[in-house]
């Protein structure tokens, strides 16, 4: 399951952890079985800001402009949300409308280059799904690690490893209860950020993402724990100057990384 250090879903056939979603309590350290071997970090300027604003904070009557926009005022790849209404309760859009968008902006030429959409797929057996993604539009997975083991724990009653660390129930009722994945506009979740660092002391160079509660305020303490990915839906959706606030949470990260402001 678990064959590259990348964490990266560069190719939606496969299926590897996703590269980590901060603000779920049911994080890969809970089942440390499927890390891979710890290797000793080698600390070298890697991993630079890429900032990908949440397209669930855009005008939906108007998404199409609202993306090309954002990618004018600076967004390097755009985060999009991918909600069926049962693994999240809340619902998005499916591969019609990530096709219509994929129109408004260029699809990247290399793997996590400019304009990658990077999807975050807050549903049921994604592994269902993720060609159509891909042939709609979308370039890299974030998937829960829940709704991909329930599936196959589901379909697959034999699976002892997957069956034995966990139910789709369990999980399920875990989700409702304590995070609420699915809206944007929610309270940033510090006491998460160990995770994040423990994952960035062990991966010096890979990319790590952080969804959820970032913008001004929030955006040191994520990057001071090493994240590089910096999703943010309301923080520039509602932004007076979005384009100022790209460039700031930009900043933060470029700086905390050790690399130049401004560029990425
Ligand atoms: O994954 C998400 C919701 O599940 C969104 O991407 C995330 O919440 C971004 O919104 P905001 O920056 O407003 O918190």
């Not at 949440?54 to 609202?66: K, M, R, V």
């Not at 660092?197 to 890979?206: D, G, I, K, N, V």
């Not at 590089?228 to 905390?256: E, T």
């Amino acid at each position: 399951m678990y064959s590259s250090r990348k964490l990266h879903l560069i190719n939606p056939i496969q299926f590897f952890l996703p590269y980590y979603y901060a603000f779920s309590p049911i994080s890969p350290y809970f089942f440390p079985s499927i890390l891979p071997p710890f290797n000793p970090p080698i600390l070298r300027n890697g991993s630079p800001a890429i900032i990908a604003p949440s397209i669930l904070s855009a005008n939906f009557a108007d998404l199409g402009h609202d993306c090309t926009k954002k990618m004018e005022q600076g967004a390097d790849w755009l985060h999009v949300d991918i909600m069926d209404g049962h693994f999240v309760p809340n619902m998005t859009i499916g591969c019609p409308v990530v096709s219509q968008i994929r129109g408004c902006v260029d699809r990247p030429l290399e793997p996590c280059a400019r304009g990658t959409f990077d999807c975050h797929m807050m549903i049921m057996e994604p592994h269902k799904w993720v060609k159509e993604f891909q042939k709609a539009g979308c370039d890299l997975y974030c998937f829960h690690y829940e709704a991909a083991v329930s599936s196959v724990a589901a379909t697959d009653p034999t699976d002892k490893e997957t069956t034995q660390r966990t139910s789709p129930r369990q999980l399920i009722k875990y989700i409702h209860e304590e995070v609420h994945p699915g809206f944007g506009g929610q309270k940033f979740m510090a006491s998460e950020l160990p995770k994040v660092s423990a994952l960035r002391a062990r991966y010096p160079e890979l990319n790590i993402e952080v969804d959820g509660g970032l913008g001004l305020g929030t955006i040191d303490q994520a990057a001071e724990a090493g994240a590089n990915v910096i999703v943010a839906g309301s923080a520039i959706f509602g932004a007076q100057d979005p384009a100022d606030v790209i460039a700031k949470l930009r900043d933060a990260v470029q700086k905390r990384r050790g690399l130049e402001a401004g560029s990425a």
